[in-house]
């Protein structure tokens, strides 16, 4: 469980295999250049940093994951935390953030929660990476549009307000760079596919600003030089009150990591019939989290479209993403300068783009049109990280997804009394419908349909009410009960005193789950009711109940 894919791929590597691992990481790390400087650009970061990242933890989670084709890096979904995380706390509370992150993600590997975080619902996934995206778009118009604003508001009303009030300062040589970007990432892919788009924007809109001298700004007006070298590490210093104040955004960036890496690696999967180690992977991002701040990073994941790329061109083990990294470092060694020249509008078109391709918006819709609770989760998860935070639209997600999954759950459960005259009498093709037997005159049988658990035990304390008479002999039926939880063992506890307080003798019928009568033998209410009156069979709880008549009868 515990052992990175690296180990296993290479029992059977050869150098067929290395040409094609060598070949895709060389395209996914030409892939990453831009998309690792606009992405740390976006998340209020100098541009090295997101370099930084790509090269140091994409080679950690190749090295180490569970996934065999996996690139790790810094991605669009940590663009809107990260930002937050460095206007309220700085680049070093970032740094310290990601630390604890990494932290967190090893602690939930070893823990074996992996399997846990992928039964998130999609609504909810779905709700929050539309949301991140609308961010990401919103967060790009200050550069597309080359407007003359100072500082971009984190809020995003606050950021259209801005928008709106300094529209007058458009700049016109910054919106056709932009606008140009955005159409050769569009339109490249009918030429060729082998050549990334996002590259062929960079080169062209860059020498065109650079040899037109159009006067828009580029990263090196903005940030200075971009360093050709890896910087010394230095361990964030922790203490009590760091950790007390990031122990929420650190959380937050450990949670989505954990998502984004696991769904990425789950589509890989899918693209290459492989499977990956969900517990190794978490431990994987953890520790890639820590190398890169470390070294200056920031927040580090799968990368959808990177892996998908990488398994395009042929990857197919963690070299690939190995050589990705080291492709990064070598570019940022010998070419890095150059990239001082790219024009803050093109990295804008390139983010406006990834935008779009976060959206979903086809899945976005098509959740809608579906079933309500669906549609609410996805929308109350949409609105909340817009307007609110990521934080909270995911726990306010989670818990609204739980309520509603439980209230269709209780939909399901169903507790009647039944008659030969009932509807279940004429229950097509069910040879155990009561109607096929006949039942004793002073004993009542009811029905459980569904699990027994606390939100719907009301129905089952409801329907026990309509016993008016007074029975020798009460059946509950549970054959179609799956699952039992504490407050359904208690109100069937309440139902044996109240039917003993009678004189009424209790029987549990068809107990066909081992779960529920594992729950029933903790509860030690199989040996108040007795043995005897806990069936496997309704012909077991017929011949029961005239016992008991017939018994009565001798007594009295």
């Known amino acids: 469980m515990f052992t990175p894919k690296l180990f296993s791929t290479l029992k059977n590597y050869n150098r067929q295999q290395f040409g094609k691992d060598l070949m895709a990481g060389l395209i996914v790390g030409i892939v990453a250049l831009p998309l690792a400087i606009a992405f740390a650009i976006a998340s209020g970061v100098s541009p090295e940093k997101g370099l930084y990242t790509a090269i140091i933890a994409g080679f950690v989670i190749s090295a180490l994951g569970g996934s065999r084709v996996q690139i790790g890096g810094p991605t669009g979904a940590f663009i809107v935390i990260v930002y937050g995380i460095v206007q309220q706390y700085g680049v070093n509370g970032l740094i310290i953030a990601t630390f604890m992150a990494g932290i967190m993600l090893i602690i939930m590997g070893f823990a074996r929660l992996g399997a846990v975080i992928k039964f998130i619902p999609h609504p909810l996934i779905i709700g929050f990476t539309s949301g991140i995206a609308l961010l990401i778009f919103s967060s790009q118009m200050k550069d597309f549009l080359g407007l003359e604003m100072g500082a971009i508001p984190a809020d995003f009303t606050d950021k259209w307000k801005r928008y709106i009030e300094n529209i007058g300062s458009v700049s016109l040589e910054a919106a056709i760079v932009a606008s140009a970007t955005?159409?050769?990432?569009?339109?490249?892919?009918?030429?060729?596919?082998?050549?990334?788009?996002?590259?062929?924007?960079?080169?062209?809109?860059?020498?065109?600003?650079?040899?037109?001298?159009?006067?828009?700004?580029?990263?090196?007006?903005?940030?200075?030089?971009?360093?050709?070298?890896?910087?010394?590490?230095?361990?964030?210093?922790?203490?009590?009150?760091?950790?007390?104040?990031?122990?929420?955004?650190?959380f937050t960036i450990a949670l989505l990591g954990g998502i984004e890496s696991l769904l990425s690696a789950v589509v890989s999967d899918g693209m290459i019939g492989g499977r990956h180690k969900s517990n190794m992977e978490l431990v994987a991002q953890g520790v890639a989290n820590i190398f890169s701040s470390v070294f200056g990073g920031i927040p580090a994941t799968g990368a959808i479209a990177r892996t998908a790329t990488n398994v395009k061109n042929g990857g197919r083990t963690p070299v690939a993403g190995m050589v990705h990294a080291l492709v990064l470092l070598l570019i940022m060694v010998f070419v890095g300068k150059w990239a001082e020249l790219i024009p803050m509008a093109t990295l804008a078109g390139i983010l406006v783009v990834v935008a779009y391709n976060m959206s979903e918006w086809e899945n976005f819709v098509s959740v809608l049109k579906g079933s309500r609770s669906d549609g609410a989760v996805l929308l109350t998860t949409f609105l909340l990280t817009v307007i609110v935070d990521l934080t909270v639209a995911i726990e306010i997600g989670m818990v609204l997804a739980a309520f509603l999954f439980m209230r269709n759950m209780i939909k399901v459960s169903e507790v009647?009394?039944?008659?030969?005259?009932?509807?279940?009498?004429?229950?097509?093709?069910?040879?155990?419908?009561?109607?096929?037997?006949?039942?004793?005159?002073?004993?009542?049988?009811?029905?459980?349909?569904?699990?027994?658990?606390?939100?719907?035990?009301?129905?089952?304390?409801?329907?026990?009410?309509?016993?008016?008479?007074?029975?020798?002999?009460?059946?509950?039926?549970?054959r179609y009960v799956p699952i039992i939880d504490a407050t359904g063992i208690h109100s069937i506890t309440d139902v044996y005193k109240e039917t003993k307080h009678r004189g009424t003798k209790l029987i549990l019928s068809e107990v066909h789950s081992e779960k529920v009568l594992e729950e029933l033998k903790k509860s030690r209410l199989l040996f108040a009711i007795g043995k005897a009156n806990v069936t496997v069979s309704f012909d077991d709880a017929l011949k029961r109940s005239s016992q008991i008549i017939l018994e009565g009868m001798e007594k009295n």
Do not use: C
């Open 182 to 250: 955005v159409a050769i990432i569009l339109f490249w892919p009918k030429i060729t596919h082998k050549i990334p788009g996002s590259l062929i924007a960079i080169l062209v809109t860059t020498a065109a600003a650079y040899w037109m001298h159009l006067p828009v700004e580029t990263i090196g007006s903005r940030f200075g030089k971009i360093p050709s070298s890896l910087p010394i590490p230095v361990i964030p210093h922790l203490d009590y009150s760091i950790i007390k104040n990031l122990i929420q955004p650190a």
């Open 416 to 478: 009647s009394l039944l008659t030969n005259e009932g509807d279940e009498a004429g229950r097509a093709g069910d040879k155990e419908a009561i109607g096929n037997y006949t039942i004793p005159k002073g004993v009542e049988v009811f029905e459980i349909s569904g699990p027994l658990f606390f939100g719907a035990a009301y129905k089952f304390k409801d329907a026990i009410k309509f016993i008016e008479k007074k029975p020798k002999v009460v059946i509950i039926r549970m």
